[in-house]
């Protein structure tokens, strides 16, 4: 196993030490009445809310470093499929919701992030001739994304863990793994680092858990609203702001690609940096 990463600091906000700013951002960003699907989530101090929305500064002053990274591991596949659901009723295993946000340092929330998740099947296999427990998916307009699959099963050598690849609009990508509290061979693994431990909570016979990634990249990318344009006929040049198709071609650099799910490109989502999005022809 190659350790690669021995930082122990967890800059989570959930410390006794009080409020970190982030914690505030989030509180005024499931505020936003335009956000349904954060409403009720939150579990944000009133007093955050009753001060009114926090303004969206450049400095980032809690110490939020950010997200470490881990090795990417041997069963990545590129190409998943565009889908925030890994896992249905009938699925084998204990129910499980990823859920939080993207910042980057500047503690703003980015929105179009792409987080491209993969991990082992309830018996702790992965899929590598198909995309069983891989997907990816974007954050939306406040930062926020949201994974169903299950718990992923044990196999020799590893603890508990979820992989994922996060990459702000034109920043780099993020490759690392995410952790389970209370498991025993967290103590063993040499991988595992706490710093990129989940808060999971049991809610019936399922888990929800929570974490905030945190991309290095110094300040949110302009906000992913491209004029949306019907793709090329018969193909043409990558343009941000097209709306593609699978199975429709671009050049780009001179190389053509193939579009394997239906997005909407933004700058930053170039076909050499997004594998998830565009195959090489
Ligand atoms: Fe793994």
Redesign the pocket.
Known sequence: MDAENTRPENAEENGGGGISRKTLLKAALVAVPAAPLLVGRATAPASAVTDGPLPLTPACDDGDAPTIEQIE???FKPGSPLRTSLAGPGTPGVPLTVSGYVFGRSCRPIAGALLDF???DNNGA?DNTGYTFRGHQFSDAQGAFRLTTIV?GL?PG?TR???VKVQAPNGPVLTT?LYFPGEPRNNTDTIYNPALLMTVRTVGSGREATFDFVLNVAAPSPSPTPTITPPPNGGGTWKAGTNYRAGDQVTYGDVTYRCIQAHTAYAGWEPPNVPALWQRV
């Open positions: 591991g041997p069963y993969w991990q082992a992965y992923p196999y590893r863990h979820i992989h793994q």
